[in-house]
C-alpha cells in the first residue's frame, strides 16, 4: 500500500500539535498572557495539567514526577487552585467554557476527592455552559473509586495510556500492566458515562515484532476502543534523558517502523475505524470520526481535535495556552509555578507571538495535516514548488492550481510535507522525532 522512500524521511520533524512549535518559543513581553486572556471572548476551551504520576515510564516525555511525596502534591494542588481564581478574573464576561480536559501526567495519580475539589473549583470561578469533560488516565491508577468520581463530573471523553499489550515490550519500556487491567478500567468508565474511549497505541518499541503489534491491535478493539491514537515512539534521550533506560539496540530500525505504520494502518481501517489525520483512528460514531467526515477536524496541544475554539487555555505548570496572535507556555519548574500562583501571578512568560505569515502558514500546515488538502497562496506557492517537487513526481501530493493534496500513498509522509511550510526549521537545529 505504501512505498517506503527513505531519502524522505531522513530528517526528523514537528509533530506540528502547533504553529510555530514549542521549540520555537522565546520570552514574551510582560503582560502579555494577561491581555490576550482579557481580549478572549466567545467559545474557550481549558486544560488543566496534573505532572504527577505513581510510576514513571521509560519512554515519557511529559512534564511529571513521581506523586509519592503527599506534600508535594497538596501544594501543587493549592497553586492550581491559586491559578483558577487568577486566569477566571482575567476573561471578560463574553468568554463561554465549552470544553474541560484533564491531562498530564496522569491526573489519576492524585486523589479522587481532589480531583472533585479542582471541579468544584471551576465551576465556581468559569462561566461554564455544559462543557464537554475529557481525561488522561493511567489504567494502573484506575480504581473504582476514580470511576465513581468521573460519572459524578459527566465526563463523557477519556484517553488511557495502554501502549502495547506485549508483556515484554511493557516490561522494557517501565509500563507493567495485565490485559485485566486493562479491561476492567475500560468497565469501570463505560459504567461511568464515558462513551468516546481512547487507547494510546504505540509501535517501534524495544522487542516489539509485528506480531506484537498484531496482538494489541486486536485486543484494543476487542475491548471497544472508540478511538485509537497510533504513535510512533520517539527515542530522543538526548531531550528526555529518562528514555536511557531503554536499550536503542532493541529498537526496531526505520524500515521496520515504516512497516509498523502501514500495518497499523491496514489492520484499523480494515476493522471499520476510519483514518483521522496520519496517526488517530476512531469509529464512524464518535465525534472525531464526525469532525473529520464533515471537515470540521483541527489540531492543537492535545493533538487530532473536535474542538471549534481558537483560545485554549493551559492550567498548571508547563501548560500551553494558544490564542489566535499568541502561545504561552507556563513555568515549567514546579517550584517557581507554585511561588508565582501562589502570589496572585502568571507564570506564562515564555512562548511566541503568532504574526500574519505565522498564521498563514500554521493554517497550511493545519489543513494539510487534518483534511489532507489546502489551498496555497501565490507567495508560499513560489517558495515552496521546488521543496514540493520530490513528493509530486512520487505521488505521494498532487497539485492542482494552487490547491495542494497529499494522497493516499502520501499520508506517511504528511508530517514531512507539511514541514515545508514552517518558515523556523530552515535555520533551526533543533532535533526531532522521525516522521514515521
Known amino acids: 500500500m505504501w512505498t517506503y522512500h527513505p531519502e524522505l524521511l531522513a530528517r526528523a520533524v514537528p509533530r506540528y500539535t502547533s504553529y510555530p512549535t514549542a521549540a520555537d518559543f522565546g520570552p514574551l513581553d510582560s503582560g502579555a498572557i494577561e491581555r490576550a486572556m482579557g481580549e478572549a471572548s466567545g467559545d474557550v476551551s ?12 521509560y519512554y515519557c516525555g511529559c512534564n511529571t514526577g513521581v506523586a ?6 497538596e501544594s501543587y494542588l493549592a497553586a492550581l487552585h491559586q491559578e483558577i481564581a487568577t486566569v477566571a478574573s482575567l476573561l471578560p464576561a463574553s468568554a463561554r467554557v465549552r470544553r474541560i480536559a484533564f491531562g498530564g501526567g496522569s491526573p489519576n495519580a492524585i486523589l479522587p476527592a481532589e480531583f472533585l475539589a479542582l471541579v468544584d473549583a471551576l465551576h465556581a470561578h468559569f462561566p461554564l455552559y455544559a462543557p464537554t469533560w475529557s481525561i488522561e488516565l493511567d ?3 484506575m480504581n473504582p ?5 468521573i460519572g459524578e463530573v459527566g465526563m463523557t471523553r477519556a484517553s488511557m495510556g495502554v501502549q502495547t499489550f506485549a508483556s515484554h515490550c511493557q516490561k522494557a519500556i517501565g509500563r507493567e500492566q495485565s490485559p485485566l487491567l486493562i479491561s476492567r478500567s475500560v468497565e469501570w468508565l463505560r459504567a461511568a458515562g464515558v462513551t468516546s474511549l481512547n487507547f494510546d497505541l504505540m509501535y517501534g518499541l524495544p522487542h516489539q515484532s509485528t506480531a506484537d503489534l498484531a496482538d494489541s491491535l486486536e485486543n484494543t478493539r476487542l475491548m471497544g476502543a472508540d478511538r485509537i491514537a497510533l504513535f ?9 534523558p529518562r528514555q536511557k533506560m ?13 512497516a509498523m505504520a502501514e ?17 488517530h483512528f476512531a469509529l464512524p460514531h464518535d465525534p472525531m470520526a464526525e469532525a473529520a467526515r464533515t471537515r470540521r477536524l483541527k489540531r492543537n496541544f492535545q493533538g487530532f481535535t473536535d474542538d471549534p475554539s481558537d483560545v485554549l487555555i493551559g492550567l498548571g505548570s508547563s501548560a500551553i495556552s494558544s490564542f489566535p496572535g499568541l502561545i504561552a507556555q507556563n513555568e515549567k519548574n514546579n517550584g517557581r509555578y507554585r ?3 501562589s502570589q496572585g501571578r502568571l507564570s506564562a512568560v515564555h512562548g511566541i507571538v503568532r504574526h500574519g505569515d505565522d498564521q498563514l502558514r500554521g493554517a497550511v500546515i493545519e489543513q494539510l495535516l487534518c483534511q489532507g488538502h489546502t489551498a496555497i497562496a501565490p507567495c508560499l506557492l513560489g517558495e515552496l514548488r521546488a521543496a514540493l517537487a520530490p513528493f509530486l513526481t512520487r505521488d505521494l501530493a498532487r497539485l492542482s492550481g494552487h490547491e495542494l493534496a497529499i494522497t493516499a500513498e502520501g499520508l506517511p509522509y504528511a508530517r514531512v510535507i507539511a514541514s515545508l511550510f514552517d518558515a523556523y526549521r530552515a535555520g533551526s537545529h533543533q532535533r526531532f522525532s522521525s516522521a514515521i
Open 263 to 279: 500495518q497499523g494502518f491496514a489492520a484499523l481501517t480494515g476493522n471499520g475505524y476510519r483514518s483521522i489525520g496520519f496517526d
Open 139 to 141: 489504567p494502573r491508577s
Open 68 to 73: 509519592g511525596k503527599r506534600a508535594r502534591v
Open 246 to 258: 531503554i536499550p536503542e539496540e532493541a529498537l526496531p530500525g526505520a524500515i521496520e517502523r515504516f
Open 232 to 240: 510512533g515512539y520517539a527515542h530522543v534521550p538526548h531531550m528526555v
Open 339 to 341: 511561588m508565582l500562583s
Open 46 to 57: 481549558l486544560y488543566l495539567h496534573i505532572p504527577f504520576c505513581e510510576m514513571i515510564c
Open 145 to 149: 473509586a476514580w470511576g465513581r468520581a
